[in-house]
Every structure is written in structure tokens, then in C-alpha cells.
């Protein structure tokens, strides 16, 4: 199990965008993926939870938390193979960490918790909560965005990973974030 969590020695540098729902990650780190022709890695739980609430009308539980960590490194590894530049993460572990402790009681799995403080990234992209909250079959906090912006916050302070916080309209999102990915790319 613990290899199914583990990132592939890669080259490449890694952006991930970064947040609680419903705060611009999907479509800032598509608009930087094609800014950069870079590859863009889609966030796994979107997809297995949809699925999940399609099928069962279910919504995420604790079980289904190893699973969409393997499903995201899993993706995050194929990608990282293909490229030898940039990838654009629409999310990482640290963030199903993040998402396990605010939903579950503080609860994260051992496993998931080593890997998402072990595995590396060169810059996280904290995306502000100043724009519209949007409902879909899967979020479900509209009234908490303030509180789950801090955790997310907090967790890239604690874990001492490189970060900006981007806010702002898209246009704004993309300069901010293309500035700082720009920087990191001259220096490699």
C-alpha cells in the first residue's frame, strides 16, 4: 500500500493549486496548465466522488479517503513521467489530509498523513475564498468557507511548504501565480 502513495522520482517542477471547494483550483490550474502547455493533473476525488453520488447518492466517507490518495498519486506519477518541465496539480495529498482531518474529527489515516507531509512540491498556489461559493452535488459548506480556508492556511504553515495566496478575478489569479511559476522556471 505504502508505494501506491510514494511520488516517482521526477525532474519536473510541481505547482499545486490549492484550497477548500469552491475557490477557483479547477479552473485557475487549467488556465496555468495551458498558459505553460504544461501538463495538468485533475483532481481524483472530483471524479470517484461524483461516481460515488451518482450511483449511491453517497457522499464522501472515511474509507473513501486512502483510495482517492491513490487514485491522485497515481495520476500525479503518470504525468510526472511524461514530463520533464512542469505539471500544474489541481490538488495534492496534503489537501485530502486537510479535508480528512476537518470531516473526520482530526482523523487522518497514518498512511496518508506520512505521504502527504513526505511527498514534494515546488510552489502551492492558496487560492482565496473571495469569489462566489458555487453548489454542486458534492460541496457542502457554503456557510464554513472562512474556517476551511484557515485549515488549508494552516496546514501549508505547519508543513513549511513554499506558497503564495492568490485572490482576485481569474486575470488576476493567472498574473500572480504565472509571476511566481516564472520565477522557478528561470531558475532551473
Not at 510514494?6 to 469552491?22: A, H, M, R, T, W
Not at 473571495?130 to 505547519?158: G, S, T, Y
Amino acid at each position: 500500500m505504502e508505494k501506491n502513495l510514494k511520488q516517482v522520482n521526477s525532474d519536473c517542477l510541481k505547482i499545486v493549486v490549492f484550497g477548500p471547494e469552491s475557490s477557483g483550483k479547477t479552473t485557475l490550474s487549467k488556465k496555468l496548465a495551458a498558459h505553460y502547455n504544461a501538463l495538468w493533473i485533475e483532481e481524483y476525488a472530483r471524479e470517484y466522488l461524483q461516481e460515488k453520488w451518482d450511483k449511491e447518492k453517497k457522499i464522501c466517507e472515511l474509507e473513501d479517503m486512502i483510495p482517492i490518495a491513490v487514485g491522485q498519486i497515481k495520476l500525479e506519477n503518470e504525468f510526472s513521467i511524461k514530463s520533464d518541465k512542469l505539471l500544474i496539480c489541481d490538488t495534492d495529498l496534503l489537501e485530502t489530509k486537510v479535508y480528512s482531518e476537518t470531516y473526520y474529527n482530526g482523523f487522518c489515516d497514518p498512511l496518508l498523513e506520512k505521504y502527504a507531509i513526505q511527498n514534494k512540491y515546488d510552489l502551492y498556489i492558496l487560492t482565496d475564498i473571495d469569489i462566489p461559493w458555487v453548489k454542486d452535488d458534492l460541496r457542502d459548506r457554503p456557510n464554513n468557507r472562512k474556517e476551511m480556508f484557515n485549515f488549508f492556511k494552516e496546514a501549508l504553515n505547519k508543513y513549511k511548504r513554499p506558497y503564495i495566496l492568490v485572490s482576485g478575478d481569474l486575470n488576476v489569479r493567472i498574473q500572480t501565480s504565472t509571476k511566481e511559476i516564472d520565477k522557478l522556471l528561470n531558475n532551473i
